[in-house]
Every structure is written in structure tokens, then in C-alpha cells.
């Protein structure tokens, strides 16, 4: 049974940091691609970033890239989401999902992610 575990979520002001971590089991984390997803108040699931089994060549939504960093650490099940120039229009609350989108194979329950000053 696949199991995610999210945390490092808070309230931060803009312009600043979190780190996020999401601790799989109930699978072989290191065989698959993993992402992370948002949802944020009255809108949709929106797709975040993903990475591949070895961790090279991430992926990033245009809203995030060259602010948000992907990685992954396979020997202890973990996956991150390093979030760095926070604004506003990033609050919501932040899932990992075992997969890619179209593939989705399970995801937690979420951190919230508040940005505000």
C-alpha cells in the first residue's frame, strides 16, 4: 500500500523560503518518478515538478521554475521540494504523488504552504 507522508509546511512572508520532504513506503520509492502537486484555495490540482528514478533531468511548471528545486534521496525513501522566493500565488497545500501526471499512482495527504506578510 503506497503510504506519502508530507511535511515542512508553514507561514512564511514573501520572499522567503521552506523546504519541504516527503517520506514514501509501501513501495520500491527508487524505481519510480515522483512529483509534487498543489492545490490552492477554490482551484484546481496543479502539477508542480517531477523527477525521474535517478534524479536527473527534473521537470517544473513555468509558475516555478528557476525558484523551486526537485530532488530526491532514494536510500531513505525521501523526496524534497526546496521553495525558495516565495510569493503569494504559492500558497496552497503541497502533495507528493508517486508518478507523473496522467500516471498518478497515489499521494498524500498535503503540507499547507501559506505565503504572507
Known amino acids: 500500500q503506497v503510504q506519502l507522508v508530507e511535511s515542512g509546511g508553514g507561514l512564511v512572508q514573501p520572499g522567503n523560503s521552506l523546504k519541504l520532504s516527503c517520506v514514501a513506503s509501501g513501495f520500491t520509492f527508487s524505481n519510480y518518478a515522483m512529483s509534487w502537486v498543489r492545490q490552492a484555495p477554490g482551484k484546481g490540482l496543479e502539477w508542480v515538478s517531477a523527477?525521474?528514478?535517478?534524479?536527473?533531468?527534473?521537470m517544473y511548471a513555468d509558475s516555478v521554475k528557476g525558484r523551486f528545486t526537485i530532488s530526491r534521496d532514494n536510500a531513505k525513501n525521501t523526496l524534497y521540494l526546496q521553495m525558495n522566493s516565495l510569493k503569494p500565488e504559492d500558497t496552497a497545500v503541497y502533495s507528493c504523488a508517486k508518478g507523473v501526471p496522467g500516471s498518478y499512482d497515489g499521494w498524500g495527504q498535503g503540507t499547507q504552504v501559506t505565503v504572507s506578510s
Open positions: 523527477i525521474p528514478q535517478g534524479g536527473s533531468m527534473p
